[in-house]
């Protein structure tokens, strides 16, 4: 089946099987292969992306289901070499380990802090209580995501302002 999707800002068309996962069509057919896969059965969300805005483990949706979407993935949220807030957030707060999750934690955070910009410790686990890590102990993790929503907030200098309107932008917002 013929697909056309744009991912990461770039529209593409391509030939799918009809049972083609979507994490496959993005780390073999594009080569997008910061999105990885971690489990194949719905429970790690290491492969988590936006489709349409809003966070989903692409593991668990078809290639067809997105054709005509707008996907995000990890590899679209820097702009001019420049770390996305949440990311830069993760890296300073030595959010990781092995780093295999943060991709999925990353694009799950940013879903999460579009629906509350000021997520207490308790939201913070809960909104991420689908994706799992097997190095960290979710401390510095739980930590980076309250550090991201600081530096999202206005006020916080104008990269992270900027960076901050293309997030909302990314996930649907004004
Ligand atoms: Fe998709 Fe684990 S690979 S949830
Ligand atoms: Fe290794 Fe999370 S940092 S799984």
Same mark, same amino acid.
């Given at each position: 089946m013929r697909i056309t999707v744009t991912v990461d800002g770039t529209t593409y068309t391509d030939e799918v099987e009809p049972r083609q996962l979507l994490v496959y069509y993005l780390r073999e057919t594009l080569g997008k292969t910061g999105t990885v896969v971690g489990c194949d059965t719905s429970n790690c969300g290491a492969c988590t992306i936006h489709l349409d805005g809003h966070s989903v483990k692409?593991?668990? /949706? *078809?290639? /067809?289901?997105?054709?005509g979407a707008e996907v995000t993935t990890?590899? $679209? *949220?820097?702009?001019d070499g420049e770390l996305h807030p949440v990311q830069r957030a993760f890296h300073d707060n030595h959010? *990781?380990? +092995? $780093?295999? +999750?943060t991709p999925g934690m990353i694009m799950q955070t940013l879903d999460l802090l579009a629906d509350d910009p000021d997520p207490d410790e308790h939201a913070v686990r809960h909104g991420l209580e689908g994706n799992l890590c097997?190095?960290?102990?979710?401390q510095n993790i739980v930590r980076a995501v309250r550090d991201a929503a600081d530096r999202m907030r206005? $006020?916080?200098g104008p990269a992270a302002e900027r960076l901050a309107d293309d997030s909302r932008q990314m996930v649907g917002g004004e």
């Open positions: 692409s593991c668990s /949706v *078809l290639a /067809v289901q997105a054709d990890i590899e $679209g *949220l820097a702009r959010a *990781l380990q +092995c $780093g295999f +999750c097997r190095c960290t102990g979710y206005p $006020g916080a």
